[in-house]
């Protein structure tokens, strides 16, 4: 068992929309955090993660060039920007939520 | 021999954008376009409300107001102009700019402009023809349980339109629902001459597609709006916008407005590479599909990133289409409380808010409560703390936003709002903005169409 590591200390986020998905750039900020996030960072256990909050299933798509993770979570914004009810339909701050997940490295 | 380049600014990002720094970019930078995006999907369902109430209107005037500044700077400088500010309505946009161009005594400018994206009227000739409108978000198979509510149905066009109004001399090319993308990958597929059809090319495309994704979204990827070094940009009250030079090789360098404030540097355009994407081999546009895998970001000066080894594949033989439909109407308020027990009146005030909705007719679709300053950003993963443990929070909010089938309802519940706010004392009363009117939801309906059934038609107007 390795130690728990917080989400914001290691990487940085960024969240847009289309439709009902919302996308999270999750950027790492050294290498060695990106070996890290890659492996340790699953559409299960982001799925898990959100869990009322995203519908439907994730994905999670590396970036080795950028040192990034693409995150894609279905259903996650309430409907959509048009059709949402939360204060940001967008879910810009998705991508900051999602920072405050723990993973063991 | 000098590697042929042309360079494209970005304007703006969206109709909610500032003028100013699309035109000091036009002044001081060596740049032959600037692009100017005014839609988002919220923005175009908005549009063709505007539309169906007013047959003149389903365009955003302030982009004529815009253009009477910037369009004379523009020709002087030999800077063309792409956009989509048609919106909803490019022809009512294209003779409200002529209108606006003759009063201001502005002549010798070319307009072009590109119909064709609005497919309204075509959707039920197409479904006879047996196209079916499957949401590609959610697998529904048809839209039969929409149609009766659709308000409009528009198809992201790519560069063909655009090119076609630069070979004809447009100075301004106006569209509607082009592409964010193709406003940028239009003039750089017309300037080298690149086809969609040749195998030579569609890496270049694809290298065009990269670059008007990191420049679309104006100071997004100048430290505008930034994750990483929010608190280190220079100057953030005067970004400078975006420029991507793109060399006939497929290599390009991306920068910004000389002497601005701001900053472009790796992380400035890796963030903005990864916003609003899905498979990241896999993006999808209506000229190509760009895979931002396997290119390369090198700091190479001040404000100066190199960005190489870009690649593509051929362009999608579907388009996407966005279909706006109506889908009730959504009503928000906010209460506030203060000091002492600021967190328990905000619950008192929910809890009432609920007993009453249980003695009412209207129904309430669906309802979002939150706690202001607690979780209305992110939502169930924070813990509201418990009261006993808040006593002292100087000030709690509480926003409540609710759905509902009709308009009436809506309002109905607006009316009635001070019978859960206003009986804790410590209530907040806000003299400044009265609450929120009811919102009508137009919901979106993303799907896809057979290029070859779209056909779009182009046209140049001098002024």
């Known amino acids: 068992m390795g130690k728990k590591i917080k989400l914001v200390d290691i990487c940085y986020a960024r969240a847009g929309d289309k439709g009902d998905i919302s996308n999270i750039g999750l950027i790492a900020k050294t290498t060695e955090y990106y070996d890290i996030i890659k492996s340790k960072v699953t559409p299960e256990k982001v799925k898990d993660f959100f869990g009322d909050i995203v519908k439907g299933k994730v994905e999670v798509y590396p970036l080795d060039n950028l040192e990034s993770l693409e995150i894609v979570m279905y259903g996650a914004l309430d409907g959509g920007a048009t059709g949402s009810l939360r204060i940001d339909g967008t879910g810009k701050p998705l991508a900051t939520a999602l920072l405050r997940m723990e993973i063991e490295a | ?463």
């Open chain 2, 1 to 463: 021999m000098d590697v042929k380049k042309v360079s494209i600014g970005s304007g703006s990002l969206m109709w909610g954008d500032i003028i100013e720094p699309g035109l000091e970019m036009i002044e001081k930078a060596d740049i032959d376009y600037i692009c100017y995006d005014w839609l988002a999907e919220v923005t175009m369902s908005v549009l063709y409300i505007q539309k169906t109430k007013n047959k003149d209107a389903g365009y955003p005037p302030r982009f004529i107001e815009w253009m009477k500044k910037v369009l004379p700077l523009a020709k002087q400088k030999g800077v063309k102009i792409v956009t989509n500010a048609g919106g909803a309505n490019v022809e009512g946009a294209c003779s409200a700019l002529k209108e606006a161009l003759n009063a201001n005594n502005i002549s010798g400018v070319k307009i072009g402009s590109i119909l064709g994206d609005d497919i309204t009227s075509d959707i039920n000739n197409f479904r006879k023809e047996g196209i079916k409108f499957t949401n590609i978000d959610t697998g529904e198979e048809d839209i039969d349980r929409i149609k009766d509510s659709i308000v409009g149905a528009y198809v992201y066009l790519g560069a063909e339109g655009i090119v076609e109004c630069l070979e004809g001399g447009a100075d301004i090319v106006i569209g509607g629902r082009l592409a964010d993308n193709a406003l940028y990958v239009g003039p750089w597929i017309h300037e080298f001459g690149w086809d969609h059809n040749n195998s030579q090319h569609i890496d270049k495309i694809g290298a065009a597609i990269t670059c008007g994704h990191i420049i679309e979204c104006s100071c997004c990827c100048t430290g505008g709006m930034m994750c990483s070094q929010w608190d280190k940009v220079p100057e953030p009250w005067n970004v400078g916008y975006p420029i991507a030079e793109l060399y006939e090789n497929g290599d390009a360098v991306i920068t910004k407005t000389p002497d601005t404030g701001g900053i472009v540097n790796s992380w400035t355009v890796k963030e903005h590479l990864l916003y609003e994407v899905h498979d990241p081999k896999n993006y999808i546009m209506p000229d190509g599909i760009a895979d931002f895998t396997t290119l390369k970001l090198e700091d190479a000066g001040h404000d100066v990133v190199k960005v190489s080894n870009m690649s593509g594949k051929k362009r999608p033989d579907k388009l996407k289409v966005g279909i706006g439909y109506t889908d009730g109407w959504k009503q928000e308020l906010q209460h506030w409380f203060c000091w002492p027990d600021a967190l328990k009146k905000a619950k008192h005030c929910e809890y009432i808010l609920k007993e009453w909705l249980k003695r009412q007719k209207i129904n309430v679709e669906k309802i979002e409560i939150d706690y202001m300053g607690f979780n209305m950003a992110h939502l169930s993963l924070v813990k509201i703390p418990d009261i006993d443990g808040a006593k002292d929070l100087p000030e709690v909010g509480i926003r409540i936003c609710a759905k509902f089938k009709t308009k009436e309802e809506a309002e109905y519940f607006r009316e009635h709002a001070m019978i859960w706010s206003a009986p804790q004392a410590g209530y907040v009363f806000n003299t400044t903005t009265a609450p929120a009117k009811p919102v009508p939801i137009i919901k979106l309906w993303p799907t896809l169409v057979p290029r070859d059934a779209i056909h779009i038609k182009t046209d140049i107007k001098e002024v």
